[in-house]
């Protein structure tokens, strides 16, 4: 009797063993749950960049849009707020 004691005592102590192996494959394999959740935070920060992305793209539309409508007020608008130029003859005054 006491050799099936000993038989079901190393039945469990394998068993054991083998569901722990296979708990940390699930969690730290290559398909495991930390390889998922990490998936997933890079998927969440695509898609926001994707949303600055989407966003961006549709104001360089619109400003191609006010381009072929009033070219020249347009180009002068974006030469004074984005290059910092002036007309001849104007004074810049500078505040902090």
């Known amino acids: 009797m006491r050799f099936f004691g000993s038989i079901r005592k190393q039945y469990f102590l394998y068993l054991a063993i083998f569901i722990s ?3 940390v494959f699930a969690i730290f394999g290559g398909r495991g ?3 998922i959740y990490h998936l ?3 998927r969440k920060k695509t898609m926001i960049t994707t949303g600055h992305l ?3 793209n549709r104001k360089l539309a619109q400003q ?3 381009m072929k409508k009033n070219k020249k ?3 002068e608008r974006i030469a004074r707020e984005e290059l910092g130029l002036v007309k001849k003859g104007e ?3 500078k505040f902090e």
């Open 21 to 23: 192996a296979m708990l």
């Open 33 to 35: 749950l930390m390889q």
């Open 40 to 42: 997933k935070e890079e």
């Open 54 to 56: 989407r966003e961006e």
């Open 64 to 66: 191609i849009e006010r």
């Open 73 to 75: 007020e347009e180009v």
């Open 91 to 93: 004074i810049v005054y």
